[in-house]
């Protein structure tokens, strides 16, 4: 149990992280002092911060394995990995009133609403994207939980912030909002540059921070 209670301090402080920062009052409160866009800053910092403990705690739990490596979970989690960096690049900066980590919401465009004609929640759908395809990759213990908890994780927190505002703005209103399909923004070849620039960054600091080598 020893060897486990980083692990486990970790997810704690995750899971706590995300889920007190957007309680109605305390989302607020914070609001009130950092303003929109300072919240959604601090909240960004300290959401990585936490996932990237709770990564390095996945990494040095006690090895435990429950399946083997196979030629199909490399490309797979690369090829997850590579969509994941396109939804954070066409979804940063831009107005999305239906999700968290909008930008300027009041200039969203319901005929145009870019990304979240697609997906919401893409920051989201990007977790989810990331940590299935690294989940068959995975086959210790630690990881597997790791993996397997982001993914549930983010795919209900979706189904959680869709209540709210589906509930405040009333079926019209949200049926506006989320009528238009997917549309490429104006800079949307910079955004692929960054999504794929991301994608390279990653992958060539993985054996540094992470370990294995994404490339042979």
Do not use: E
């Not at 929109?36 to 996945?58: H, Q, R």
């Not at 990759?137 to 994780?153: I, K, P, Q, T």
Request: aromatic content about 12%; overall charge positive; charged content about 10%.
């Amino acid at each position: 149990m020893g060897g486990l209670a980083p692990y486990m301090a970790a997810w704690a402080v995750f899971l706590l992280s995300h889920a007190i920062p957007v309680r109605p009052r305390v989302k607020g409160w914070l609001i009130a002092r950092l303003g929109p866009g300072g919240f959604a800053l601090a909240y960004s910092v300290v959401s990585v911060a936490a996932l990237a403990w709770l990564i390095v705690a996945a990494g040095r739990a006690p090895w435990v394995p429950l399946w083997d490596a196979s030629p199909w979970h490399r490309p797979l989690a690369q090829g997850a990995t590579l969509l994941a960096c396109l939804l954070i690049a066409f979804a940063t900066l831009a107005p999305n009133p239906l999700s968290f980590g909008g930008w300027r919401n009041d200039r969203f465009d319901p005929a145009r609403p870019g990304i979240v004609g697609l997906v919401r929640h893409p920051f989201l759908a990007a977790l989810v994207l990331w940590a299935a395809g690294h989940l068959p990759a995975n086959g210790d213990l630690a990881h597997a939980v790791m993996f397997a908890g982001f993914a549930a994780f983010a795919a209900l927190g979706m189904l959680m912030i869709d209540r709210r505002p589906r509930r405040d703005r009333g079926g019209a209103d949200w049926a506006r909002l989320t009528a238009g399909r997917a549309s490429l923004p104006p800079a949307w070849p910079v955004r692929l540059v960054a999504g794929l620039g991301l994608w390279w960054a990653l992958a060539a600091l993985h054996p540094v921070l992470i370990g294995p080598a994404v490339w042979p």
